[in-house]
């Protein structure tokens, strides 16, 4: 499929094919490729006699405990191993402080669909083009472990299925249907791993997307949307800051909305603003305007003051930004 042509393969595979005792961690909050990443390779190394760690600073989020291998994530490393495989980032601070002080590996493998500059490992497996780190693993897999069963299966689906959207992002690519296809043949239930990350929601989500909703504002030009979440609303609905993954796809999904961007009060007149671009806009340098960063389409950054004038402030910025787009069309 030609992802994996670049020199770094042969040098992963050795290192995988050689060691013997492996760290597996993956970046902080981890996400449905992270963790499906993280399991999918551990069985595929577990199953060729390998002692196996999966390391995570964060504990799994409710929507992937039922990925197979969930219970063995935990946030202990060991005093040292032969090879630490570093997946979904490509920095060692990505996740999280004490696995970048950590200094236990003889080596360490970066496997990342990540476009980045910051290759911190020995070896680096990063390819742009691939959908998910679990595409990565799906085609080491098929040369490791060939007959590879349901279990690594599910666990790659998901990694594919939750970052591209469900396959509606533009890294929906040929190969990511064709390996989604692939897996499906392997047995994996599309509709049963959809229930399970999408249509298990605890009820209190619900209680919360309700408070969430309700706090939506829309900037004059209607470019830009926004919602918040407070500690009050945690509160209410017995929920935190694990609840609130998806919501801004709420505000983003309004027709003729370019920009939205959530806030999450972290302390009085303290908040934390995500933000999401359908495309045109790119929020990194909407967020680097505010001291923040990110990516084309995903970006954040922290600010003070009063909400409403906050999102007023930003408001502003988009709608700058979008003029700039009408002008240049
Ligand atoms: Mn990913």
Redesign the pocket.
Known sequence: MGLLESGAVNSALKALKTASTIVIAAHIDP?G??LG?SLGLALILRGLGKEVTVYNRDAVPYSYKFLPGAELVGNRLPPACDLLCLL?CSEFARAGDELAAWSGSKCSLCI???LTADLAADINLVCADAC???ELIYELAVILAPDFGLDIAVNLYT?ILT?TGSFRYSNATPSAFAVAGDLVRRGVKPWDITQQVYESQPVERIKLTALVLKTLRIAASKRAAAVWVTEAMFKATGTDGEYTDGLINYPRSIAGVEVAFMAREIGPDDYKFSFRSRGKVNVAALAAAFGGGGHHNAAGCRLQGKLEDLIEKIFALVDKQTEKLESDD
Do not use: F, N, P
């Open positions: 996400d490729d992270a990443s979904d990342d669909h990540h998910a780190t679990g990694a970052d």
